[in-house]
């Protein structure tokens, strides 16, 4: 089970992080990522980490803006997002599968990815 939390309104240029927060299995047996879903707009991968945190993802848009950690033993990923966008606004969803799976579905909108949390929902005003 997945559980995101830290979403919120915030200013352009303003930062937020976001965490996701799994239960129920083995953390580290999992890759996990984040997607994003925009009014009106189909789900895309923003990032993603592996298992071992030996790769990474970033869309190309949050680049150098987002970074993804994560923390094994709190079986946490978390997602720093600085300098945020109004195109940044959406409802952002943790997600997790196998290395191979996540990390070619992140480049995506993600639909065979196996397991979602709720989302939590990121309003940047300008």
């Known amino acids: 089970q997945l559980q995101a939390s830290g979403g919120g309104l915030v200013q352009a240029g303003g930062s937020l992080r976001l965490s996701c927060v799994a239960s129920?299995?083995?953390?580290?047996?999992?890759?996990i990522g984040w997607f994003r879903q925009a009014p009106g707009k189909e789900r895309e991968g923003i990032s993603c980490?592996?298992?071992?945190?030996?790769?990474?993802y970033y869309l190309h848009s949050v680049k150098g803006r987002f970074t993804i950690s994560r923390d094994n033993t709190e079986n946490t990923v978390y997602l720093q997002m600085n300098s945020l966008k109004p195109e940044d606004t959406a409802v952002y969803y943790c997600?997790?599968?196998?290395?191979?799976?996540?990390?070619?579905?992140?480049?995506?909108?993600?639909?065979?990815?196996?397991?979602w949390g709720q989302g939590t929902l990121v309003t940047v005003s300008s």
């Open positions: 997600a997790a599968d196998s290395d191979y799976t996540l990390l070619t579905s992140v480049k995506g909108s993600g639909n065979s990815v196996r397991f």
């Open positions: 129920g299995s083995t953390f580290d047996d999992y890759a």
């Open positions: 980490i592996d298992r071992s945190l030996d790769s990474q």
